[in-house]
């Protein structure tokens, strides 16, 4: 696909916001202020770093990207539609009965879902499984997990960082998001994970930082990353319910959907935000 | 039927052979240890292959996301371990990452049963069968021999989509007949008068209790169901008919193993008094695999118990 401008992306970026508030309202429930907070780096990816076709979502020489804390999948469905992979009209089916758009991501639904996931700590081990298959075939594609700060504290997920760096699996990507912020509160009540960069780079990881909200600073990261020799996190200091001031920061946006009235104030708010 | 002079080889043995088999076959399998791989004898495999052969150590959650990344790019895994950890350990990966996306993984549970042995309850499988068979689209073999498990492991690689292969550590018997499909059981004997059905090593002892019971003039149809799911409906439901009367073996518990998916077959289509062998709602222990299927009443005296108890009714 075609690269957007920074411009261009911050644009993309606001209309994928308000997709989310609408399909989060309509589905009734959801997971509002992880999805918001990932906006502006799923629409860096899909609109700027990816090498993918969307009318040929399974093109084997693709990069892979894999939604491993797929509770925020409302932003992942809205940055595919907007990117081509389906009709928009299929954004408010969300949770819906029938519906392509599962609760949580299913791949054999939905084109452009590599994975299943939904229980934490799995997508991470999956994404290892592709990298090591892209270098069995001798293919040059990477393979981006995103992963939820909370979801670190799956043991599974160290298991994989592990077989990564074992592996020299270069190709790998993980890119966190790190809002601080669980189901249950902070993550530093909930399970402190002290410094994630020192924990990464014991584990013989390549470790770099970005401001999840900076176009350019995402941009530029991510193509760092991609240089890298070894697996590489990118620690993304995101702000949960990014956009939209009521939910900002508020870990009760974690897992709820906007009512009708919430919804109207946060679309007026990212339409005067544009 | 039964040679006590024949050599015994374990099924262990037929899996690791067919690996051997299949790696020279085709370049898409791809075998994945977590630190067993001597005792599930993939080591041959590792020896012969190393560029598909995959060691992530003792992380068997990690091991099944794995197998699902590297089966959802083309390739088919054998995911490997004992069974008590495999899927015992890793069932909702088994769950999420493999069967709801229905990835080519291959599941390999080994040293499963009370036959397991000297290493005791912790690592006896005996509920395995019971968490993959409620699992769509996961399709779960426990072949009976060497010969046999060389065959499920073949079947298993030619099959697309996920599946679970359950055998044994010990020395056993070999008694099938050399054919294996997906989806069939076999009769080893035919009879007019009982019906018994299992699967795994231990189905020797209904073929042991089948001799016995033909001196006292009663004839034992003995059927060995590898394919528990999907299970050989057709045939069991032919048996149950002509008999009247079925009987389960299986090294495993009795709640939610073979004898459940017979009972829920029969109970549906065509009730028939049943009754079955297997481990009664307890944890193993240690000792060898005989003694322990003596003690937890699995052997031929208590198959012919209760053949004789069926046959009263």
Same mark, same amino acid.
Request: proline fraction near 5%; charged fraction near 20%; include cysteine.
């Given at each position: 696909?075609?690269?957007?401008?920074?411009?261009?992306?911050?644009?993309?970026?606001?209309?994928?916001?308000?997709?989310?508030?609408?399909?989060?309202?309509?589905?009734?429930?959801?997971?509002?202020?992880?999805?918001?907070?990932?906006?502006?780096?799923?629409?860096?990816?899909?609109?700027?770093?990816?090498?993918?076709?969307?009318?040929?979502?399974?093109?084997?020489?693709?990069?892979?990207?894999?939604?491993?804390?797929?509770?925020?999948?409302?932003?992942?469905?809205?940055?595919?539609?907007?990117?081509?992979?389906?009709?928009?009209?299929?954004?408010?089916?969300?949770?819906?009965?029938?519906?392509?758009?599962?609760?949580?991501?299913?791949?054999?639904?939905?084109?452009?879902?590599?994975?299943?996931?939904?229980?934490?700590?799995?997508?991470?081990?999956?994404?290892?499984?592709?990298?090591?298959?892209?270098?069995?075939?001798?293919?040059?594609?990477?393979?981006?997990?995103?992963?939820?700060?909370?979801?670190?504290?799956?043991?599974?997920?160290?298991?994989?960082?592990m077989t990564a760096h074992k592996y020299k699996l270069n190709n790998l990507i993980n890119i966190v998001d790190y809002n601080g912020i669980q189901i249950d509160g902070p993550t530093k009540y909930i399970m402190p994970l002290q410094s994630l960069r020192h924990k990464y780079e014991s584990f013989n990881w390549h470790v770099l930082e970005m401001d999840g909200h900076n176009i350019k600073e995402i941009i530029r990261t991510i193509n760092k990353a991609k240089k890298m020799k070894k697996p590489t996190a990118i620690i993304a200091h995101t702000i949960l319910g990014k956009g939209v001031s009521f939910m900002e920061n508020q870990y009760i946006w974690h897992g709820l959907a906007p009512n009708q009235e919430q919804k109207d104030r946060a679309i007026k708010e990212l339409q005067n935000g544009k | 039927m039964v040679n006590n002079n024949k050599p015994l080889k374990s099924t262990r043995d037929g899996f690791g052979e067919a690996m051997l088999e299949l790696g020279k076959k085709n370049q898409d399998i791809v075998v994945i240890s977590a630190d067993l791989a001597e005792s599930?004898?993939?080591?041959?495999?590792?020896?012969?292959?190393?560029?598909?052969?995959?060691?992530?150590?003792?992380?068997?959650?990690?091991?099944?996301?794995?197998?699902?990344?590297?089966?959802?790019?083309?390739?088919?895994?054998?995911?490997?371990?004992?069974?008590?950890?495999?899927?015992?350990?890793?069932?909702?990966?088994?769950?999420?990452?493999?069967?709801?996306?229905?990835?080519?993984?291959?599941?390999?549970?080994?040293?499963?049963?009370?036959?397991?042995?000297?290493?005791?309850?912790? %690592?006896?499988?005996?509920?395995?069968?019971?968490?993959?068979?409620?699992?769509?689209?996961?399709?779960?073999?426990?072949?009976?021999?060497?010969?046999?498990?060389?065959?499920?492991?073949?079947?298993?690689?030619?099959?697309?989509?996920?599946?679970?292969?359950?055998?044994?550590?010990?020395?056993?018997?070999?008694?099938?007949?050399?054919?294996?499909?997906?989806?069939?059981?076999?009769?080893?004997?035919?009879?007019?008068?009982?019906?018994?059905?299992?699967?795994?090593?231990?189905?020797?002892?209904?073929?042991?209790?089948?001799?016995?019971?033909?001196?006292?003039?009663?004839?034992?149809?003995?059927?060995?169901?590898?394919?528990?799911?999907?299970?050989?409906?057709?045939?069991?439901?032919?048996?149950?008919?002509?008999?009247?009367?079925?009987?389960?073996?299986?090294?495993?518990?009795?709640?939610?193993?073979?004898?459940?998916?017979?009972?829920?077959?029969?109970?549906?289509?065509?009730?028939?008094?049943?009754?079955?062998?297997?481990?009664?709602?307890?944890?193993?222990?240690?000792?060898?695999?005989?003694?322990?299927?003596?003690?937890?009443?699995?052997? %031929?005296?208590?198959?012919?118990?209760?053949?004789?108890?069926?046959?009263?009714?």
């Amino acid at each position: 696909m075609a690269k957007l401008s920074v411009g261009e992306l911050k644009t993309t970026a606001n209309t994928i916001r308000q997709d989310i508030i609408k399909m989060l309202y309509q589905a009734g429930s959801g997971h509002s202020g992880g999805s918001l907070g990932m906006t502006d780096i799923m629409t860096v990816l899909y609109f700027n770093i990816l090498k993918h076709t969307p009318h040929q979502p399974n093109n084997i020489y693709r990069d892979r990207l894999v939604l491993s804390n797929g509770h925020v999948c409302p932003v992942l469905y809205a940055t595919l539609a907007r990117a081509g992979y389906f009709p928009l009209a299929k954004l408010k089916t969300l949770r819906k009965i029938n519906s392509a758009l599962q609760g949580h991501p299913h791949r054999n639904s939905l084109p452009g879902i590599e994975t299943s996931s939904g229980p934490l700590g799995q997508g991470i081990s999956q994404a290892v499984g592709m990298a090591m298959a892209a270098a069995m075939n001798k293919k040059n594609h990477h393979i981006f997990c995103i992963t939820s700060d909370g979801e670190h504290d799956e043991g599974q997920v160290w298991e994989a960082i592990m077989t990564a760096h074992k592996y020299k699996l270069n190709n790998l990507i993980n890119i966190v998001d790190y809002n601080g912020i669980q189901i249950d509160g902070p993550t530093k009540y909930i399970m402190p994970l002290q410094s994630l960069r020192h924990k990464y780079e014991s584990f013989n990881w390549h470790v770099l930082e970005m401001d999840g909200h900076n176009i350019k600073e995402i941009i530029r990261t991510i193509n760092k990353a991609k240089k890298m020799k070894k697996p590489t996190a990118i620690i993304a200091h995101t702000i949960l319910g990014k956009g939209v001031s009521f939910m900002e920061n508020q870990y009760i946006w974690h897992g709820l959907a906007p009512n009708q009235e919430q919804k109207d104030r946060a679309i007026k708010e990212l339409q005067n935000g544009k | 039927m039964v040679n006590n002079n024949k050599p015994l080889k374990s099924t262990r043995d037929g899996f690791g052979e067919a690996m051997l088999e299949l790696g020279k076959k085709n370049q898409d399998i791809v075998v994945i240890s977590a630190d067993l791989a001597e005792s599930t004898r993939v080591h041959h495999f590792a020896k012969r292959y190393p560029s598909r052969f995959v060691e992530v150590g003792v992380a068997e959650q990690n091991m099944m996301g794995v197998a699902a990344g590297l089966a959802i790019e083309g390739k088919i895994p054998f995911a490997t371990s004992f069974g008590a950890f495999n899927p015992g350990r890793n069932w909702d990966q088994l769950r999420v990452s493999v069967c709801y996306s229905n990835a080519n993984v291959k599941i390999i549970g080994s040293h499963t049963g009370l036959s397991v042995g000297p290493d005791g309850a912790s %690592h006896q499988a005996l509920e395995d069968i019971a968490i993959t068979r409620p699992l769509p689209n996961l399709v779960v073999l426990a072949p009976a021999d060497y010969k046999e498990t060389k065959l499920a492991t073949i079947a298993a690689a030619k099959h697309h989509g996920p599946v679970y292969i359950r055998f044994s550590r010990q020395a056993s018997e070999i008694f099938t007949k050399g054919k294996f499909t997906i989806g069939q059981a076999q009769i080893l004997l035919a009879g007019p008068d009982v019906t018994i059905v299992g699967y795994g090593p231990i189905l020797n002892e209904a073929l042991i209790a089948t001799r016995e019971l033909a001196k006292k003039k009663i004839k034992v149809e003995v059927i060995n169901s590898p394919s528990i799911k999907p299970l050989d409906e057709k045939t069991i439901l032919k048996s149950a008919k002509k008999t009247g009367r079925v009987i389960t073996i299986e090294d495993h518990q009795v709640i939610g193993g073979l004898g459940s998916a017979i009972a829920e077959l029969l109970a549906e289509k065509m009730p028939t008094p049943m009754r079955m062998i297997g481990v009664r709602d307890q944890f193993g222990e240690s000792g060898q695999a005989e003694q322990l299927w003596e003690k937890y009443q699995m052997t %031929h005296p208590y198959i012919i118990k209760a053949v004789l108890e069926l046959i009263k009714k």
